[in-house]
Structures are given as structure tokens and as C-alpha cells.
């Protein structure tokens, strides 16, 4: 009997295995209203014997849609499949949605949709356009969590990327707010110069359209506007493992340069895409097995400091069997923690660096300090799931709106049991239980 439904607002959870900071332990986790009251090792009301318990997953690369463009996804159905996945907060990206999130208005408009559609939290990214300089500090004061722009075509008309001037004043206005610029670093140059030429259908045509010179160049210029203006500056899906050293060229100058990784560029390599398969199509794309190994020693470096889904869904017709024309987006919120769990256990990781990597990480970029760790005060968000165990992910299991993902079929390691989310059980033997009771979080600053 969950005691809460009761009216009693304490109840302790135990496992042998609770990630707490950088260790796994025995642990009791005392929650009182909703929050952490605190950690010790006293009798629980629910133990959970071997199972880990984990802070709850953030996500903080999600393409939600809504309002706008709704029939690719939409709030309900993207925190669904978010918290059937361990994941108790996402922060939604800006573009994709009609309006984007470039102004107070559309901020409000997001704020707006989402009421009464959420299983967990949702935080939100406002965009960075030509022409909106004025509107980024208002944003802030009104709930974003910081900004995103692009480099190059974003892929929807309504969200245009910046210029290397549009993207130095952008920098120059959010340094001293200590928001973060999220950046999708391609250069359009590179790509406009690959002349890709081969079979529509074939992966290693459209491979051939976006080389890793489009990233590398990029995250250059990152480096260098970084340098120049103090701000803080975030790679979003890095899939150039070459760019690893100019991001440890940031690190030796102390500068606030970061950047993220995604489960399919950890997971996947372009030598096993087979031919027509467009939901395996990502911008920047899928790289080979070599490169992917090579971003996974940049995460055992610490110069990959995230990992997050870019959760970027859309209807199938979209999608079709030409890599050249196909929207470029992969479906995965529901699977981060096994695809992770998958690849990072074969390489050795513990749970420890998994939670370090999908929890406290994208919850430090957001500036969600309640977030992301289990300790005392913070939110009571909690993954409980079993490393051994594994699954097959069959379309009758997906909770996202649509079904296509390339992971379909694949045998994975790691079975979520229950998550908890602000202190009370929102998903647990394979089902949703109770109301939607997830909020906007915004944090003005």
C-alpha cells in the first residue's frame, strides 16, 4: 500500500544498491513531502533488495513539438514515454513547435499547452534567431532555462540559424545572465562542399553529406566566441569525435565549454545502417565504429560531460526510405537509461558513471539543482530498475506518439521497475499510475 494515497506524506525506500553521489550503496531514503528529508541506513516501508536505485533520469534534449506540430508528438504522450523510461524531468527544445520559443509570448504560449499533460517536470529552452537579441533576457526573467540556435538550416523554415556575428552577440548578451547557449555546431561551408552523389537509400550517401569537417570547424568557433565573450557555451549532440580535442583545448584555457553525446552515437555505427532505413537518420548523422569508440573514451575523460536523447520524433510518412529527403531525427526518450546502461556496462562503467552522465549532468546544464542526485533536500525522483535484466523493444511497448525508432527489435540491458517522481510512484510494473502532477519549472533569474 503506497501510504501517501493515505494521506501520510513520509515514507522511506531501501535498496543494497542506491547511487549516491559518486558511490553505490547499501541505502534508506526517507522522503517527506515530496523532497529528500534524508539518507541513512534505518528500516524502510518499501525495500527494494537488488534493485538500483537511481536518481530519476533528465533529460535535457527533447523535441516535444507541441503546440504547433502535435500530430509528430505532443507533452502527454512524450512524458509518458519519459517516465515508463526512469526519467523524471525533460527540458523541451525551442524549434519544431509552431510558434518556436523565440519570444515571451511563445514561452508563455509552451507554458500554456503543456497544463494538465504532464507525468514528470518539464523545463524549457527558449531559441536564439536573427533578430532576437531583445528578447533573450526577458525569457530568462520569465522561466527559460537558456537558449538554443543552430549553425545551420535547423530543417523548419520558422527557426533560421545564426551567422558567426549573430552568434557572438547572442553570447555577449547571455554571458553575464550565466545562461548557457546550447548550439547545433555545423557549419553550412563543409556540407555545401560535400556534393554527395551515390544511392538516396544508401547511409554512406548521405553520410557523405555531412562531414565531421562541419562539426570540427564549428566547435572552433565556439571555442573562440567563448573565449572572446565569457559565455557559457554547450555543444549539443557532438557526433565528431575529432572535435574531443579542441573541447581539451577548452578545458586547459578554463573555459565554459561543454558539450553532450547522444545514446545512438554511442550505440550505433554507420557500417550497420542498412540501406532505405531512414530512422536511423540524425543531422549531425550516425558516425562509424571507430568514431564511436573514440566518443566514448571522450566520456571516460570527462570531456564529454552528458548524455541526452535529442528525442527528435516526427509522423512515418516524413521518414520514408530516401536518406537524402527524410526528416533527420531519432525517437528514444523512453530507452537512455538502457541504451546507456547496454554499451556502458560492456566497456566496464559502473552505475555510478551512467547516473553521472544522464542524471546529474543534464540537471547541472538546466541549472536544476533539486535535480539529478539523491541527497538531501533535493527532489524525491527516483529510477528503480534492474541492471541484469533485459528487454526487447517492441512497438507494443513504446509510449511516444509514433513508432518508428531504429532500436525496434533490439535486445537491450536494463529494465526500469518503478519510477518515483516528487515523492510518490507515477510508472510501475509496466504501467502509469495516478494523475499527471509534473510542472513547468521555471527558474527566473
Request: proline share 6%.
Amino acid at each position: 500500500m503506497f501510504l501517501a494515497t493515505l494521506g501520510m506524506t513520509r515514507i522511506t525506500i531501501r535498496s543494497h544498491r542506491v547511487v549516491v553521489g559518486g558511490t553505490v550503496r547499501p541505502a534508506s531514503i526517507h522522503i517527506r513531502d515530496g523532497r529528500i528529508e534524508r539518507i541513512d541506513d534505518a528500516r524502510a516501508d518499501i525495500d527494494y533488495g537488488d534493485l538500483v536505485i537511481m536518481p530519476g533520469v533528465v533529460d535535457s534534449h527533447v523535441h516535444v513539438n507541441e503546440p504547433g506540430r502535435t500530430e509528430w508528438e505532443g507533452f502527454e504522450t512524450a512524458t509518458r514515454a519519459a517516465a515508463a523510461g526512469g526519467i523524471t524531468t525533460i527540458v523541451d527544445m525551442p524549434l519544431n513547435s509552431i510558434p518556436p520559443t523565440t519570444t515571451v509570448d511563445a514561452l508563455q504560449a509552451k507554458a500554456e499547452a503543456m497544463r494538465g499533460k504532464l507525468r514528470v517536470d518539464v523545463g524549457l529552452w527558449g531559441g536564439v534567431i536573427p533578430g532576437n537579441r531583445g528578447q533573450l533576457r526577458p525569457m530568462l526573467e520569465h522561466g527559460a532555462l537558456g537558449f538554443k540556435c543552430f549553425l545551420v538550416h535547423s530543417g523548419v523554415d520558422e527557426f533560421p540559424n545564426v551567422d558567426a556575428r549573430e552568434l557572438r552577440d547572442a553570447a555577449s548578451e547571455l554571458a553575464p545572465t550565466g545562461a548557457p547557449l546550447l548550439v547545433h555546431a555545423e557549419l553550412p561551408g563543409p556540407i555545401e562542399n560535400a556534393h554527395a552523389s551515390g544511392d538516396p537509400q544508401a547511409y554512406s550517401t548521405y553520410l557523405q553529406s555531412r562531414p565531421a569537417e562541419a562539426e570540427d570547424e564549428a566547435i572552433e568557433l565556439l571555442l573562440r566566441v567563448c573565449e572572446e565573450t565569457g559565455a557559457r557555451i554547450h555543444v549539443v549532440h557532438l557526433s565528431s569525435a575529432n572535435a574531443l580535442e579542441i573541447l581539451r583545448r577548452a578545458r586547459e584555457r578554463k573555459l565554459k565549454l561543454s558539450a553532450e553525446t547522444t545514446p545512438h552515437y554511442l550505440h550505433l555505427a554507420a557500417e550497420q545502417v542498412p540501406p532505405g532505413r531512414c530512422e536511423f537518420k540524425c543531422a549531425p548523422p550516425i558516425r562509424e565504429h571507430e568514431n564511436r569508440e573514440r566518443l566514448w573514451r571522450g566520456l571516460e575523460q570527462g570531456l564529454i560531460d552528458l548524455v541526452v536523447s535529442d528525442h527528435s520524433p516526427c509522423t512515418p510518412h516524413l521518414k520514408g526510405r530516401d536518406f537524402m529527403k527524410a526528416w533527420g531525427g531519432i525517437a528514444s526518450v523512453q530507452f537512455v537509461l538502457p541504451i546507456v546502461w547496454t554499451e556502458a556496462s560492456q566497456r566496464g562503467h559502473s552505475l555510478a558513471d551512467v547516473a553521472r552522465w544522464i542524471c546529474k549532468g543534464p540537471a547541472r546544464l538546466a541549472g536544476l539543482e533539486r535535480k539529478g542526485r539523491i541527497a538531501e533536500g533535493n527532489d524525491a525522483d527516483f529510477a528503480v530498475w534492474s541492471p541484469e535484466e533485459t528487454f526487447v523493444v517492441d512497438p507494443s511497448i513504446i509510449e511516444h506518439r509514433h513508432k518508428v525508432t531504429p532500436y525496434a527489435g533490439e535486445t537491450l540491458r536494463g529494465v526500469v521497475k518503478t519510477t518515483w517522481f516528487r515523492g510518490e510512484r507515477v510508472y510501475e510494473n509496466s504501467a502509469h499510475v495516478g494523475e499527471n502532477r509534473g510542472t513547468w519549472l521555471s527558474t527566473p533569474r
